[in-house]
């Protein structure tokens, strides 16, 4: 069974760091690519960016190149978001997600991270 | 840059057809997604490539595309249904979207 498992919810302080999580398993977690998506609150849904952790390729919406990184290690089958300096904007839930290929749409998705930033 | 506009709501019956309608420039040549988000739950794939049913999704969600439109139908909607529905697509860049998302009400 494919299973996207995120990280837990986080509260933090405008200015500070945050990397959150999302570990794949039943399937070949090098062979497709994962995804990030945002959702702010009552909003819709917004593509921030991929990586084929076989390789690391990461590609980025022109939205989010610069704000978050985009990373993976595929020795434990999971793949990473990190900030370097939260915003209160970044207030959101963020997801994960799998793409069978760069070319086409999510298939699974993780459960979500949501993220509170506040002072 | 690419947008596909979804109407902000759809409301029907139960049992009734609900048709959910995506545009875009590039629906033509690449194909649409589509995702069911229940409240307070994540996404979940319902349509892929235009029109192809994953398994455990039910029979009466069906998808087609013609031109610049891609639809969503929900044949004889449920009222477990309700939910917001987004279309999804790539373009010739490989930018990839999300439409703005569809409030299906069925009562």
């Known amino acids: 069974e494919v299973q996207l498992v995120q990280s837990g919810a986080e509260v933090k302080k405008p200015g500070e760091s945050l990397k959150i999580s999302c570990k794949g398993s039943?399937?070949?977690?090098?062979?497709?690519?994962i995804g990030w998506v945002r959702q702010m609150p009552g909003k819709g849904l917004e593509w921030m960016g991929i990586?084929?952790?076989?390789?690391?390729?990461?590609r980025y919406s022109p939205s989010f190149q610069g704000q978050v990184t985009i990373s993976a290690d595929k020795s434990i089958s999971t793949a990473y978001l990190q900030w370097s300096s939260l915003k209160a904007s970044d207030t959101a839930m963020y997801y994960c997600?799998?793409?069978?290929?760069?070319?086409?749409?999510?298939?699974?998705w993780g459960q979500g991270t949501l993220v509170t930033v506040s002072s | 840059s690419y947008e596909l506009t979804q109407p902000p709501s759809v409301s029907v019956s139960p049992g009734q057809t609900a048709r959910i309608t995506c545009s875009g420039d590039?629906?033509?040549?690449?194909?649409a997604y589509w995702y069911q988000q229940k409240s307070g739950q994540a996404p979940v794939l319902v349509i892929y490539?235009?029109?192809k049913r994953p398994s455990g999704i039910p029979e009466r969600f069906s998808g087609s595309s013609s031109g610049t439109m891609a639809t969503l139908t929900i044949s004889g909607a449920q009222v477990e249904d309700e939910a917001d529905y987004y279309c999804?697509?790539?373009?010739?860049?490989?930018?990839?979207?999300f439409g703005g998302g569809t409030k299906l009400t069925v009562l």
């Open positions: 997600a799998r793409l069978p290929s760069a070319r086409g749409g999510f298939d699974y």
């Open positions: 039943g399937y070949s977690f090098t062979s497709y690519w």
């Open positions: 990586i084929y952790p076989g390789d690391s390729d990461t």
């Open positions: 590039a629906l033509p040549k690449k194909y």
């Open positions: 490539e235009d029109s």
């Open positions: 999804y697509s790539t373009d010739s860049s490989l930018s990839r979207r």
